[in-house]
């Protein structure tokens, strides 16, 4: 048996990306989100977590987007932090327990506020740097979640809680879906394809979490993402039936972090 985690990060970045997550939920093969503590959005992210509990959802550990959560003298810059670009260059500069101190604040935050995260990951896969990978440790060990295994993070750390999902690709990063001179329906067939070479790379009774980015736009992601206009060809895509077909067809377990046990057949 296949089974399948799909999962949006993101979730709480601003109104628009909660709108795009939530529509390909609803209408769509969307499973699972990760909810960033530290953005416009997040407040309205719990809300909609707590009226779909049925969607998983984890926290996405910030530390190269928006404004830090705690004050760390070496984490950010007038409260907000690095680049990732500037992030890599300052890294032996910036201090490991302010970063464990941020992490834990952020998910602290979020089950103060009545979230139940089913996972952890990270913005930007932080948390699958060599450099950070004692601080990834702590704060499995801290809060007993399953953490994203992504760039081979079990094979470099021994993790306490995992689920056994040691499959990790990308959906959606590929050419005919990143095509924005054409629509998704204008491109389907080639957009399919793409998305049949990723279902073909599903092992046989394993777990693989797929990842995507599906929002729609507002001024807040158009501003302060260089990656925007082709999140919302994903949300076509997630709520494309045709593209629920090539799921079923390959009997693929839908599910979610929290509920892998369970699954559910795409029906």
Known sequence: MKKVIINAD??????????GIIKAYQDGILTSTTLMAN???CLEAVALAKQYPSLGVGVHLVLTCGHAMTKG???SQNGRFYSLKDYHERRSQIDDGEIFEEWCYQIDYLLDKGLQPTHIDSHHHLHTFSENLSITKRIAQKYQLPI?????LENNISLPYQIGATGFLDLTNYPHI???SHSFEDLKRGCLEEIK???DKVKDNSI?????HPAYVDEILLFNSSFNIARV????????EDVADLFRENQIELCHYGNVEKGAYLS
């Open 10 to 19: 993101d979730f709480g970045y601003s109104p628009a990306v909660n709108a």
């Open 39 to 41: 953005m416009p959005g």
């Open 73 to 75: 003298k070496t984490i």
């Open 148 to 152: 994203r295994n992504a760039y081979d």
């Open 178 to 180: 990143r095509d924005l």
């Open 197 to 199: 070479s990723v279902l």
């Open 208 to 212: 693989t979490e797929l990842m995507v």
């Open 233 to 240: 060809k994903e949300v076509s895509l997630l709520c494309d």
